[in-house]
């Protein structure tokens, strides 16, 4: 029971992210943001199950993220 409300909380936060905060391109299913992210709005593509981490600084003019891509600040 705990492990599907932690999973619905996340499924929510991600939405929210999604909708309101990052403007990305594309946006594949299954992604995850960590924390304190920058992300330079309507310049990036996520693929499928795409993990960005804490503190991750996206500004670039065009950038694609593949399929089962994990990007991390250290």
């Keep these: 029971m705990r492990h599907q409300i932690k999973s619905i909380i996340k499924k929510i936060r991600m939405w929210v992210l999604l909708t309101f905060k990052y403007k990305l391109k594309k946006i594949g299913k299954e992604i995850y943001f960590g924390r304190n992210l920058y992300i330079r709005p ?3 593509e996520l693929g499928d199950h795409v993990y960005l981490g804490s503190n991750v600084y ?3 003019s065009s950038l694609t993220i593949g399929k089962y891509s994990m990007l991390a600040s250290y």
């Design 58 to 60: 996206l500004s670039v």
């Design 42 to 44: 309507k310049s990036v």
